[in-house]
């Protein structure tokens, strides 16, 4: 019923720039913290960015000063601007949320959501 749709990606040159969306959609009562993840062929999946609910920000020492995280909460979206891009980011980058859901016999609570993915690309 909530799902998170990430879309954005593609095929960029090295230094050339890129924007991801992550829109939730469903019976979202409200998202608190949200965040970017990439894999890359053969390694693990791990942290690019993260922004909380009271829009603080964190990022991974190797994007640092290059990329952007933002959120628009009345459209239930998180962003990330890639600038300066290398061949190193290419990746799978997957957004995630804790987002609050209302259960009727309950009341509401946060559940841990992931998108799809979408695939970025950086060549030489």
């Known amino acids: 019923q909530v799902q998170l749709v990430e879309s954005g990606g593609g095929l960029v040159q090295a230094g050339g720039s890129l924007r991801l969306s992550c829109a939730g959609s469903?019976?979202?009562?409200?998202?608190?913290?949200m965040g970017w993840y990439r894999q890359a062929p053969g390694k693990q999946r791990e942290l690019v960015a993260t922004?909380?609910?009271?829009?603080?920000?964190k990022y991974a020492d190797s994007v640092k000063g290059r990329f952007t995280i933002s959120r628009d909460n009345a459209k239930n979206t998180v962003y990330l601007q890639m600038n300066s891009l290398k061949p190193e980011d290419t990746a799978v980058y997957y957004c995630?949320?804790?987002?609050?859901?209302?259960?009727?016999?309950?009341?509401?609570?946060?559940?841990?959501?992931w998108g799809q993915g979408t695939l970025v690309t950086v060549s030489s």
């Open positions: 995630n949320a804790n987002v609050g859901v209302l259960v009727p016999s309950t009341g509401y609570r946060y559940l841990e959501v």
């Open positions: 469903g019976s979202i009562f409200n998202i608190d913290a």
């Open positions: 922004i909380t609910s009271g829009f603080s920000t």
